[in-house]
């Protein structure tokens, strides 16, 4: 089975941080995405990465960067962390082989910005 | 522009009663998949069912199946003899086939799902 592991299940921070997100799996997955999750908005797509140093914005980028310096690690960034920036974020990865494959994901990150 | 619409927040069901989740959604590629997952309170997405555009049966894994209707661009998930762990957010999603987008998802708003027992 896929595993992808994000860092921390709950993490509060105070406005004006920098904040990192991580996440990791281990199924050699090309394909690494983060999605922000917020109520009645369903989940929307931050950033992602197809390959190693390779990396797309999503539909809401702004305030927000990643990095991926090694296959099974990508990272989001939040440069300074606002209230408004207080979610669930959810990071997922993808065998990039037929069009049928389901994107795995971890179990989600509760951030709390004060 | 792609779009996913899951036009109930929130839905009840008696136990082991079937229910339909609605999904709609709109594209102007012919080649695409949609996808449903659960979520449940813990927060970890579950992935249940694919359907393909070019499908000609509809998708079915043990009580999911999926009610695909092409021309009403609908993707309808029922699930048949609810149980109460079925009690969970589900949302629609879907990708373009085209693997130069990155196999990206456009997700629905979701629907909670609230089994009764």
């Known amino acids: 089975d896929v595993k992808v592991t994000q860092s921390s299940r709950y993490l509060v921070k105070r406005t004006g941080e920098k904040v990192f997100l991580e996440c990791v799996q281990d199924?050699?997955?090309?394909?690494m995405f983060w999605y922000r999750q917020d109520p009645g908005l369903g989940l929307r797509l931050i950033y992602f990465?197809?390959?190693?140093?390779?990396?797309e914005k999503g539909d809401i980028p702004e305030g927000y960067s990643v990095s991926r310096e090694k296959k099974e690690r990508f990272s989001l960034i939040l440069e300074s962390a606002s209230t408004n920036q207080t979610s669930m974020y959810l990071c997922?990865?993808?065998?990039?082989?037929?069009?049928?494959?389901?994107?795995?994901f971890g179990d989600g990150t509760r951030l709390s910005i004060l | 522009a792609q779009k996913i619409t899951q036009t109930q927040p929130g839905m009840f069901v008696q136990e082991k009663e079937a229910v339909t989740l609605d999904c709609t959604y709109d594209?102007?590629?012919?080649?695409?998949?949609l996808f449903w997952y659960k979520q449940p309170s813990s927060g970890e997405m579950i992935f249940l069912i694919y359907?393909?555009?070019?499908?000609?049966q509809n998708a079915t894994e043990g009580r999911y199946s999926l009610n695909f209707q092409k021309a009403r661009k609908s993707a309808n998930l029922v699930i048949s003899a609810s149980q109460l762990g079925d009690s969970a957010m589900y949302f629609c999603?879907?990708?373009?086939?085209?693997?130069?987008?990155?196999?990206?998802?456009?997700f629905g708003q979701g629907t909670e799902l609230s089994v009764k027992p």
């Open positions: 997922a990865s993808l065998l990039r082989t037929e069009a049928s494959q389901p994107q795995h």
């Open positions: 199924m050699d997955h090309e394909n």
């Open positions: 990465s197809y390959d190693v140093k390779m990396k």
């Open positions: 594209t102007s590629d012919q080649s695409y998949g």
């Open positions: 359907q393909g555009s070019y499908d000609e």
């Open positions: 999603a879907m990708r373009e086939a085209r693997w130069n987008q990155g196999g990206k998802l456009i």
